[in-house]
C-alpha cells in the first residue's frame, strides 16, 4: 500500500493528492487572465507526485494556449537548497525574475524565498509566486503566495481504510484513490 506515491502498473493500491487537477486549477485562472510567463521548479522526475505535477502544469498552459517556454521547467529535488539553486540560475540566465513562479513543494518555495530574501530583500520577487502544500507562516509573509492544501486528514483515513481492507482480505472498490486538494488563494487580485 502507497500513501502520497503511486507507481503505475505495479499493481500495488495507493492513496495519493490529486495533484495534477489541483496545479491545473490553481494556475488556470492567472494564465486565463493573460500572464504569459510560467516557470515550474520541481522535484526529481521519476516520482509520481513529480510526474502529475508537472503534467497539471502543463495542462494548464495548455489550456490557455500558451506555449512553454524552453527553460521555464527545471527540476532536480525537493530540497530546499535546490529552490535556492534553482531561483540563482534563472536568475543568472535572465537578469530577473520569472513573471510568475510555481514551486511543486513548499521546500522548494523556501529556497526561493531564501535566494529573493537574500538578494533583494523580498523588494524584487516574480509577480506571482504559487506553490503546492501550504503551511499557516505563508499568511504573514509581504508577498501573497497562493497554494494548494493537501487534505492531509482525508489522505491518511483513506490509506488507513486501504490497509484495513486488505488485512481483513476485502476486495478494494478502488485500488487507486484520489483525493482533492483545496486552493488557499492569498493574492487579491490578478
Not at 88 to 114: C, K, N
Amino acid at each position: 500500500m502507497f500513501a502520497d506515491r503511486h507507481i503505475p502498473g505495479s499493481g500495488i493500491p495507493s492513496t495519493v493528492t490529486d495533484a495534477g487537477d489541483s496545479v491545473a486549477r490553481l494556475l488556470s485562472p492567472l494564465l486565463a487572465d493573460g500572464v504569459d510567463e510560467l516557470a515550474y521548479f520541481g522535484g526529481q522526475p521519476e516520482l509520481s507526485a513529480s510526474r502529475e505535477r508537472l503534467a497539471g502544469y502543463r495542462q494548464a498552459l495548455k489550456a490557455a494556449r500558451l506555449e512553454e517556454g524552453t527553460d521555464w521547467v527545471a527540476e532536480r529535488d525537493f530540497q530546499r537548497e535546490s529552490g535556492y539553486r534553482m531561483m540563482a540560475d534563472w536568475h543568472a540566465r535572465h537578469g530577473r525574475y520569472p513573471r510568475a513562479l510555481f514551486t511543486a513543494s513548499i521546500t522548494l518555495l523556501e529556497g526561493v524565498l531564501s535566494f529573493i530574501r537574500e538578494r533583494h530583500r523580498l523588494r524584487e520577487a516574480p509577480q506571482y509566486l504559487l506553490t503546492f502544500d501550504d503551511h499557516p507562516l505563508l499568511d504573514c509573509l509581504p508577498l501573497p503566495i497562493d497554494a494548494i492544501r493537501q487534505n492531509s486528514a482525508a489522505l491518511a483515513e483513506a490509506s488507513l481504510a486501504q490497509v484495513l481492507a486488505l488485512l481483513q482480505g476485502e476486495a478494494l472498490a478502488e485500488r487507486d484513490l484520489r483525493v482533492p486538494a483545496s486552493l488557499n488563494l492569498r493574492r487579491l487580485a490578478v
